[in-house]
């Protein structure tokens, strides 16, 4: 059977929805031979702008042209210009595309007749339950799932002549928190609580059914509570939920077969809806239909027992996962700590790939002031791969383009025929460092745990870069205060610095020390006759003639203005002749390239001696300077400059 390359766009896996549809689609993998590249993103959740932006940045990672098809679950994703650009790119790529829910004009669509359902649910509290007084907590209000449900609850209220005040309508994220901050705005409202509150799905319901009855409420004694999706298993909650019954798990399955029957020419319609039902339980005041035994009650306990257990060891790992990693020194030490628990975790293949930027201290640009600096956002072209582990290997991968996406390493596993790979964002804040890729983990990847350790990996990973930063910008400092900026050797501080060890150990060795004082002959007449920056030429043209002469462990500076000295350990006389010898002939080479409208000249002087206990070096400076002068005055100085 072909394989095909399969594009998965989906935020927030450890939503019990999207872990429902995901468990679908890594169902149907092997049957449809898919290799499916989830691209995952957990935005929202951390009330955080710069960091949502870093975590959908993985969603401009995919070139949609380099995959078979793809399947969209765009309602997961609240962020309207993220979810237009990736059907803009859909759109260019031409490849065959499913929607899960949101259904668009040209796609396949796998969905259900979300108005029907709701208005099953609100039919049932206002001819059933007699109530009259409502609560609604929406999804967001641009999501076309949440506006059909809401659209069919107020048509219901309509039809039998209910209004409702907008106050108590809140417009949630599906998310948990949103749940408890309805409910705390109904309660700061000064009329009558609802009798009812509908929820537009499971995770906001349950959440309201807790903040509730802490408030010292009753559900459904007080306030009757329904969901939608039916994603909680009604023996692991305290009140069984009214909700409606879908099946999102053959939504998954029915997407990636909707793809195979497009690849195999099959006919088929291009949207498929599900039907659903209404499962009135005890949250609405109805009897619950679950009746559970002993050996129910035991099942259930042991389940929720290794669940708890499994926690604790996830827990666990994770804490010493995230002292190990930020206890690094450097990227080697982390490169080797993340590996361990990578073993550890029991991750059949993982990769990290980092943008060939993600270290920004290697461009050229100054790093010490990183308030300056332009923050990467974006994917880079090239990523290293300083980690890639397949079936219990390490491989050394050096760069792989960003279209590869997956580095390929080892051998195929024939028996697989299909693969689902998860591809996280690595990332703080805004600044894009990477992305890692997970296949196939003992671990469960649809909780909220494995967003903390994604998190970790990303904040220790940080970490690392600013210290690698820090550690740049200290070294830079560390050449500006010892380097001459203008001519690139040593300055006066430089020069003491590297000196100092050797000085003192020929004071207490009796070595012989050689000072040499070198002065540019004829600068301010260049000056004068060509300007500074000529000038300038000729001060670092001695620094480049002392640099090719100095080549026997010489130290050499500026010592300010146009006057240099070298000093060396151990040196005789005839060392420092040819030394005087060497200078002469390199600046030589200088005039004879005619580069310069100037004859480039030096007078020089040296003294070789002993240093004594307490005898600062700069006496001997000092001393090299007067036979410097001497050596001048001596000089013919007859003409520095080119007639014109």
């Known amino acids: 059977m072909k394989s095909y390359k399969i594009a998965l766009i989906i935020e927030e896996i450890n939503q019990s929805y999207q872990s429902a549809i995901l468990d679908g689609i890594a169902a149907s993998v092997n049957e449809f031979s898919f290799e499916v590249s989830a691209f995952v993103s957990f935005s929202g959740a951390m009330i955080n702008p710069k960091h949502d932006f870093g975590e959908l940045n993985i969603f401009s990672l995919p070139d949609f042209k380099n995959f078979d098809g793809a399947i969209l679950l765009t309602n997961t994703i609240t962020h309207q210009p993220v979810i237009a650009d990736i059907l803009s790119r859909i759109k260019e790529a031409q490849i065959p595309t499913v929607m899960i829910d949101n259904d668009i004009e040209g796609l396949y669509h796998i969905g259900i007749d979300n108005k029907t359902a709701m208005r099953k649910i609100a039919e049932h509290l206002i001819s059933v339950h007699k109530f009259t007084r409502f609560g609604y907590i929406s999804g967001p209000v641009n999501n076309p799932e949440s506006a059909d449900r809401l659209s069919a609850f107020l048509e219901v209220l309509e039809e039998n002549n209910i209004s409702i005040d907008n106050d108590r309508i809140y417009y949630g994220d599906f998310r948990a928190h949103s749940g408890k901050a309805a409910v705390e705005e109904f309660l700061s409202q000064e009329i009558d609580m609802p009798e009812a509150i509908i929820c537009a799905n499971d995770v906001m319901a349950s959440s309201a059914i807790s903040r509730l009855i802490s408030k010292g409420y009753s559900v459904p004694g007080d306030i009757a509570v329904t969901g939608f999706d039916n994603t909680y298993n009604i023996n692991n909650y305290q009140i069984e939920l009214t909700s409606v019954d879908r099946p999102l798990e053959l939504s998954g399955r029915l997407a990636c077969k909707a793809l195979y029957n497009h690849f195999i020419n099959h006919p088929q319609d291009r949207s498929t809806v599900l039907s659903m039902s209404a499962r009135f339980a005890e949250s609405c005041g109805c ?285 005789t006389e005839a060392d420092a002749k040819k030394l005087t010898a060497d200078i002469e002939m390199n600046i030589k080479k200088i005039n004879d390239s005619n580069e310069n409208p100037f004859v480039l000249s030096a007078s020089t002087g040296y003294i070789i001696d002993i240093p004594e206990e307490g005898e600062d070096i700069f006496r001997f400076v000092t001393a090299a300077d007067n036979i410097m002068y001497t050596q001048k005055r001596k000089k013919k100085l007859s003409l520095h400059l080119k007639n014109k």
């Open 287 to 571: 009897s619950g239909k679950n009746v559970m035994t002993i050996g129910d009650v035991k099942e259930l306990n042991y389940r929720n027992y290794r669940r708890f257990e499994n926690a604790l060891d996830f827990v666990s790992t994770l804490n010493r996962l995230s002292s190990g990693l930020l206890g690094c020194n450097d990227f080697d030490e982390y490169v080797v700590k993340l590996k361990e628990f990578i073993t550890e975790l029991g991750i059949e293949e993982f990769y990290f790939c980092l943008c060939d930027n993600w270290n920004s201290h290697s461009s050229n640009k100054s790093v010490i002031d990183e308030k300056n600096e332009k923050i990467p956002k974006n994917y880079t072209n090239k990523l290293l791969v300083p980690i890639a582990y397949k079936s219990g290997k390490f491989y050394d991968v050096d760069m792989i383009s960003k279209n590869d996406l997956i580095p390929a390493v080892g051998e195929k596993n024939n028996s697989a025929k299909g693969r689902l790979y998860y591809i996280i964002p690595l990332h703080f804040g805004e600044r894009c460092l990477g992305y890692m890729v997970i296949s196939n983990s003992k671990m469960s990847l649809h909780n909220s745990m494995f967003e903390t350790l994604c998190i970790t990996i990303s904040n220790s990973l940080e970490n690392i870069r600013k210290l690698s930063v820090l550690e740049y910008a200290v070294d830079r400092l560390g050449k500006l205060y010892a380097q001459d900026t203008f001519s690139g050797i040593y300055n006066r501080n430089g020069f003491v610095s590297a000196t100092s060890h050797i000085y003192k150990d020929c004071v207490k060795k009796r070595r012989n020390i050689m000072l040499m004082f070198i002065d540019l002959d004829g600068l301010k007449k260049i000056n004068d006759t060509y300007g500074h920056s000529v000038g300038d030429t000729a001060i670092c043209n001695i620094a480049d003639a002392l640099t090719k002469s100095c080549v026997s462990g010489e130290i050499y500076c500026r010592f300010g203005g146009d006057e240099f000295i070298v000093f060396a350990a151990d040196y």
